[in-house]
């Protein structure tokens, strides 16, 4: 019964503090020691118990799955998460919670899958797989088991040697897919009024223009 009526105590105050808008959400004023603890705390859990369920696909890690995918993180991820030899951007310096710096830990294959298709809530990053093929994702997790590895000039081979930003999305479209492009409507152009033959036409040489 106590502890019913402290939970109930805590819910009122939280709810009352919420509320008011006395908690700064602004992305320069870190949360508080224990709010960001239990918000790790709740996305680590998250993403360890359905990456989980995932299957590895066999084989993953070859040298074009490799190439492939840091073309695309060269491209959708290095801002955020960094290239070797860059320290910090704009975007990595302004978002919070701060994105991992991915050319420093390697991460499990599965868990970089899980997070890279489906996003993170509130946190900057967007879920990839809403225009992106399984395939790729793949091939990006596939990556990052190798990004610790390299020095700026590797990674920078590593980009170049890719498709570049090459993923089976739809803003990948180009002139060479079958785009249907609507038909401009048509436009209406009014008729010429029947011209009198005994009337002359205007002698326009005699006008005066005024500048």
């Not at 805590?10 to 239990?38: E, F, K, Q």
């Not at 302004?94 to 991460?107: H, W």
């Not at 993170?120 to 596939?142: F, R």
């Not at 609507?182 to 209406?188: D, L, S």
Request: hydrophobic residues 40%.
């Amino acid at each position: 019964m106590l502890t019913g009526s402290i939970l109930a105590a805590v819910a009122i105050i939280a709810g009352g503090a919420i509320w008011s808008g006395a908690y700064n959400v602004a992305a320069d004023d870190p949360h508080s020691r224990p709010v960001y603890s239990l918000l790790e705390l709740a996305r680590d859990r998250s993403i360890q118990t359905r990456a989980g369920k995932l299957q590895v696909p066999v084989g993953l890690g070859s040298d074009d799955q490799i190439r492939q995918g840091a073309g695309n993180y060269d491209a959708m991820c290095a801002a955020c998460h960094l290239a070797p030899g860059v320290s910090q951007t704009e975007l990595s310096r302004g978002l919070y919670p701060a994105p991992p710096d991915l050319t420093e830990a390697t991460v499990d294959q599965a868990a970089a899958f899980w997070v890279i298709k489906h996003g993170i809530k509130a946190s900057g990053m967007p879920a990839w797989g809403l225009s992106m093929d399984d395939e790729y994702i793949w091939n990006m997790a596939a990556f990052l088991q190798k990004l610790p590895d390299l020095d700026a000039t590797g990674y920078r081979a590593l980009v170049d040697s890719s498709d570049g930003h090459s993923h089976g999305g739809g803003e990948t479209m180009d002139d060479h897919h079958d785009v249907v492009h609507p038909t401009p409507a048509p436009v209406e152009v009014p008729a010429s009024e029947p011209v009198d033959p005994a009337t002359p036409p205007d002698d326009h040489s005699n006008h005066d223009h005024q500048h």
